[in-house]
């Protein structure tokens, strides 16, 4: 059974930064691509950055060049800059587990206001 557990939210400045971390237990193997997705009350989960094999990255368009994923293992990390009000939600980790299915954490909420 595949746990992911998120933390680092909260409430900070705009303009402030803020690193997610998410811990992963069970088996989760280096191919199988990590990530952050975010979702704000009546709208989708949408995507935030991914991390697959070999490190390979891809990003929202709205957070390039301001977020930062990265992984150790079955950490997944995000470190976010320059932070907007509308990054403003809750953020939640995923793991794709190819046959098994996807894994969600329980979501970690980020509010950006001054």
């Known amino acids: 059974q595949v746990r992911l557990v998120e933390s680092g939210g909260g409430l900070v400045q705009p303009g402030g930064s803020l690193r997610l971390s998410c811990a992963g237990s069970g088996v989760i193997f280096s191919f199988n691509p990590m990530g952050w997705y975010r979702q704000t009350p009546g709208e989708r989960r949408d995507l935030v950055a991914l991390i697959g094999s070999g490190g390979t990255t891809s990003y929202a368009d709205s957070v390039k060049g301001r977020f930062t994923i990265s992984r150790d293992g079955a950490m997944v990390y995000l470190q976010m800059n320059n932070l907007k009000p509308e990054d403003t939600a809750v953020y939640y980790c995923?793991?794709?587990?190819?046959?098994?299915?996807?894994?969600w954490g329980q979501g970690t909420q980020v509010t950006v206001s001054s």
């Open positions: 995923y793991a794709n587990l190819g046959a098994r299915g996807i894994a």
